[in-house]
Structures are given as C-alpha cells and as structure tokens.
C-alpha cells in the first residue's frame, strides 16, 4: 500500500509539472545567446531553468533504500533535465560486511555525509539543493517531491555548462565549467564537479517485494552513483572578492581519471555551484562524459 502511495504521490507530481511546461516564462527561465539583431548571427538561444541536486544518501545494506532510489527515479523521470540525482554511499549502511562486499564509499561522499550529519539521523534520507527546512536540510524520501516542486519554480540565477573531452587510451577526463551569472550576488560561492556513475549491477538489501526479491535483490542496479571528484569535496572559490555581478562568466578547467573499474559510457559529470556560507546550492548541471 506504501508504493501505490508513493507511486500515486509521483504521478500527482508528474500531471502538475507536465500541466506547467507551456508556461514558463520570466521569472522562471532565463535566455542566454541568441542573434544580436543584425540578421547574420546564427548562435541559437537558450531558454535556462533552474536546475535542482537531490542528494540520495544510501547503502547496499539500507533495506529501504531501493524504495527510495524509485521514488528518487520517478521524480528524474518527472523533472527531466531541471534534476539531478546524486546518490551517496556513505554511513553504517554502506560498509561492506559479511557477504555484502559491495563498497561504493568514497572519501568525498563520507565526508558530506559527516558534515550534515545524515547516515547518523538514518537512511534512507537526502536533501534537496540543501536548502534547510525547519532548521535542517535532511529530507525523508516522502518530502522530496514537494521541496523539488518548490525548487523549480525559482528563477535561475546562474547558468552552468560542461564540455568534457575523454580519452580512452590514458581514461582521463578533461573538463571545462563555464559558470554565467544573471544576478548580482553578494556571496561567497564555489564550484563543485563530481564523477557519477550509472547501472553498476551489485546486490541491495531489499525490504519491499513490489520492487525486488527479500531480503537481497542479487542483480541490483545502483545508478547515479558517485565516484569521486574532479576538484575536492568542497570544490573552488569562484569569486575571491565575495560578490559577482550579473553577466558575469567564470571558466574553470578540470582533469581527472575515470578509474578501470567503472565503465566510462555509464560515467557522467556533474557540476553545481553553491553559497559556502550556507551550503546552499544556486544551479547544477550533469553531462554525460561519452555523448
């Protein structure tokens, strides 16, 4: 009964945003690029949405994880690209222990999880572009939808693209951010790109048998992992001066490799800029690394 809910929840969602998409205009999109009046300018336009980062924090031995990786895909398949799906192994739940040796864990993803704190409140949890809701930025998974639905609605205020080039030979990844900003903001703002990784067959502990077999789903498929990062956990400053002005374009340059375990077709990039003051993100982005 819990999934049909769940799933209804979804669907609710989806008829909403569907209802919505012949309406958006200012303030709720922004337009970069386009010709400049002159008539030999063929740059085409491009309408920018805000773009949203649930962060999905998980183990291969959470029981109720797989419930929330759904609920997580159906607002993906909702949202399209204005979402972005991160999904963190970290905390009790992800340690490899007895015959569950999978071990997606990465020093990245620990150290967000111990930062705020939410293996230790329990998973499944997540938060959606940090934002804090009565004091706190930890979701459950039966909020993520409403805080998403909220989220979109705000007019972007930056813009965030990914070029990448990869290499087959030597797996290395090369990556350009290019950041455009539409407001003047007074904030201390970084840059983040992180390595993300989709359908990796491994088992998941299950507790629901509408979505796999109990108490182990053998052929998982863990997708919108993370890997890694091209520039820190906490990424780069990207204003020194505390404050950016509207029009303002930042480029930053990346080089990481995509590790021979991982396959690199599944890898994707994903980019978000946020408020280092409170954590909060402004606008993300995500391109896969093999088009």
């Not at 970069?32 to 300018?41: E, H, M, S």
């Not at 230790?120 to 804090?132: F, K, L």
């Not at 990844?173 to 390595?195: G, I, P, Q, S």
Request: hydrophobic share 35%.
């Amino acid at each position: 009964m819990k999934r049909i809910y769940n799933i209804i929840g979804i669907l609710f969602i989806l008829g909403l945003f569907l209802s919505s998409c012949d309406k958006v205009d200012e303030p709720y999109a922004q337009t970069i690029g386009g010709g400049n009046g002159g008539g030999d300018d063929t740059t085409d336009s491009v309408q920018v949405k805000r773009v949203i980062l649930l962060e999905d924090y998980t183990g291969h031995r959470c029981v109720n994880c797989p419930a929330a990786a759904e609920t997580a895909h159906g607002l993906k398949q909702a949202y399209g690209e204005q979402l972005v799906v991160m999904s963190v192994h970290a905390g009790f739940f992800a340690m490899p222990i007895g015959d569950m040796t999978t071990d997606f864990r990465t020093d990245v993803g620990e150290e967000l999880d111990q930062y705020f704190g939410i293996s230790a409140v329990g998973n499944p949890n997540g938060m959606v572009n940090r934002v804090e809701i009565a004091g706190s930025p930890i979701l459950s998974p039966n909020a993520w939808g409403t805080q998403v639905a909220t989220q979109v609605e705000a007019s972007p205020t930056a813009y965030i693209q990914i070029e990448s080039e990869y290499d087959d030979a030597s797996r290395t990844v090369d990556a350009t951010v290019n950041t455009m900003f539409f407001e003047d903001l007074d904030m201390n703002l970084k840059l983040c790109v992180y390595v993300l990784e989709d359908s990796i067959q491994a088992p998941q502990k299950n507790s629901d048998e509408e979505i796999g077999p109990t108490p182990v789903i053998e052929d998982y498929y863990h997708n919108h992992v993370l890997r890694g990062s091209l520039n820190g956990t906490w990424g780069d400053v990207l204003n020194p001066s505390g404050s950016v002005q509207a029009d303002a374009e930042i480029e930053k340059s990346y080089s990481g490799s995509i590790d021979t375990a991982w396959v690199a077709g599944q890898c994707s990039l994903i980019a978000y800029v946020y408020d280092d003051e409170t954590k909060e993100i402004l606008q993300a982005a995500e391109q896969k690394i093999i088009e």
